[in-house]
Each structure stands twice: as C-alpha cells, then as structure tokens.
Nanobody
C-alpha cells in the first residue's frame, strides 16, 4: 500500500506561480516514475509532466517552458513548479506514482487526492 499526499494548490493571478508537491509513503515499494496530471470537469485527465527513475522528464506541449518537474528520490517526493500561469491552467492537479512492490513482478499506479489550482484575476 502506497499513499500519495499532495499540497500547494490554490488561487493565483494570471502570470503568477505555484509549486505543487507530492510525497509518497508506505512499505516495501520502489518508485519507478512520478508524474503530474490535471483534469477539468468534463475533460479527460491530461498528462502534464513526468519524471522517470532514470531522471528523464517530459512535458505536455501546453506547459513546456513554464512548468518544471523535479524529484527528490531520498524523500520520495515530486514537485511541480508552475510559472507564468494562465487561466487555462485551471484544473485539479493529480500526482501519480508508478511503483514496484516487493515480491511482485508488476507495476502499480497510485494517485494522490488532487489539489485545485485556479488561475483568475
């Protein structure tokens, strides 16, 4: 069992910044990748940024140059620095961890509870 706890969401004006964090806890697991997704009501959940265990990162085209994902492996924590925020960035942001559990050959995906980001004047 792995738990993900997110924080850092809130209300910000256009052009402002926020930093989201997501920490994973549990026993007998290894994190293979962590990433951020976002979802607007009525829309599909969208991949925003991803960081693999090897340190490779990827970003959605809509956030490239404005968002930065980083990972602290020692703390099992992933961050999302969001700059130059736009109203269209408004969404619920979800953290996802892909993990391996001891004794299992399979990978499992765990999701955070979501944190609301609202960009508005």
């Amino acid at each position: 069992q792995v738990q993900l706890v997110e924080s850092g969401g809130g209300l910000v004006q256009p052009g402002g910044s926020l930093r989201l964090s997501c920490s994973a806890s549990g026993d007998n697991f290894r994190i293979n990748a962590m990433g951020w997704y976002r979802q607007v009501p009525g829309n599909q959940r969208e991949l925003v940024a991803d960081c693999t265990g090897g340190g490779n990162t990827m970003y959605a085209d809509s956030v490239k140059g404005r968002y930065t994902i980083s990972r602290d492996n020692a703390k099992n924590t992933v961050y999302l620095q969001m700059n130059s925020l736009k109203p269209e960035d408004t969404a619920v942001y979800y953290c996802k961890a892909v993990v391996s559990l001891r004794g299992s050959r399979y990978e499992y995906a765990y999701w955070g509870q979501g944190t609301q980001v609202t960009v508005s004047s």
